[in-house]
C-alpha cells in the first residue's frame, strides 16, 4: 500500500524564480491538502484540492497556486520566490467523507525548498 | 479563530519514563488528530480522536470535547519516540483546514 510521497525531496531556488512540487497521493485517497512549515513551527494551511478543484484556501498570496489531475494527484507552484518562502511544504492526503470532511490525514515526507 | 495550545512545550524523559501531552482548544471541533514529527521532518498521524479514547501500542488519547481538551499518554517512552508531537483540530464549520498547535518537543534519552 503505497502512502503519500512528494518530489523532489530538497530544493534550492533564487529569489524570484518558480517552483513546482509534486505530490502522490495515498492508495485510495482521493482529496490532497498542502502544508507550509516553517522551522519551528507548526505547519500552516495552503489550500486542499478535491475532484480537481480548490476547495478551500489558508492566508496564502495568490503566488501560491496548485492543481489537482484526474488520478488525484496534485502539484504546488509559488511563483516570485521570497526568502520568506524558505520552508518543509508538506502534502497530506486523506478521503472525502461527505459534508463533515472528517478524515485522518495522512503526511509524505515533504520538499524542503531553501530560497537563496 | 479558534486557538490550539499544546503543554508542555518541551519534556526531557529517561527511557522507560511515561508522560503526558495536553491540547486545548478554545471551540467546539469535531475533527482532531494528533501527530508525531520525528527528526527526519516525518510527520505520522497517531490518532484521529475528536471524543472518546484510543489506544495503539504503548500510545493513547482522550479527548474531552465538552471540556475542549485532549491528552496523549506515552507510556514505557523509547528513544524513537523523541520529535516533536502536535496536536490539529478542524476549523469550525470548515473542517477541510486544520488548525495547529505549536507542538511539544520530546526528548528521551537512553
Known amino acids: 500500500d503505497a502512502g503519500v510521497t512528494q518530489s523532489p525531496t530538497h530544493l534550492i531556488k533564487t529569489r524570484g524564480q518558480q517552483v513546482t512540487l509534486r505530490c502522490s497521493p495515498k492508495s485510495g485517497h482521493d482529496t490532497v491538502s498542502w502544508y507550509q512549515q516553517a522551522l519551528g513551527q507548526g505547519p500552516q494551511f495552503i489550500f486542499q484540492?478535491?475532484?480537481?478543484?480548490?476547495?478551500q484556501r489558508g492566508n496564502f498570496p495568490d503566488r501560491f497556486s496548485g492543481h489537482q489531475f484526474p488520478n488525484y494527484s496534485s502539484e504546488l507552484n509559488v511563483n516570485a520566490l521570497l526568502l520568506g518562502d524558505s520552508a518543509l511544504y508538506l502534502c497530506a492526503s486523506s478521503l472525502e467523507q461527505g459534508l463533515t470532511y472528517n478524515s485522518p490525514l495522512h503526511f509524505g515526507n515533504g520538499t524542503r525548498l531553501t530560497v537563496t | 479563530g479558534i486557538q490550539v495550545e499544546q503543554s508542555p512545550p518541551d519534556l526531557i524523559l529517561q527511557e522507560g519514563a511515561n508522560s503526558t501531552l495536553r491540547c486545548n482548544f478554545s471551540d467546539s471541533v469535531n475533527n482532531l488528530q494528533w501527530f508525531h514529527q520525528n527528526p527526519w521532518g516525518q510527520l505520522i498521524n497517531l490518532f484521529y480522536i475528536p471524543s472518546g479514547t484510543k489506544q495503539n501500542g504503548r500510545l493513547s488519547a482522550t479527548t474531552v470535547a465538552t471540556e475542549r481538551y485532549s491528552l496523549l499518554y506515552i507510556s514505557s517512552s523509547q528513544t524513537t519516540d523523541s520529535g516533536v508531537y502536535f496536536c490539529?483540530?478542524?476549523?469550525?464549520?470548515?473542517?477541510?483546514?486544520?488548525?495547529w498547535g505549536l507542538g511539544t518537543s520530546l526528548a528521551v534519552n537512553p
Open positions: 490539529a483540530v478542524g476549523e469550525p464549520g470548515n473542517n477541510r483546514k486544520l488548525i
Open positions: 484540492y478535491y475532484e480537481e478543484e480548490e476547495r
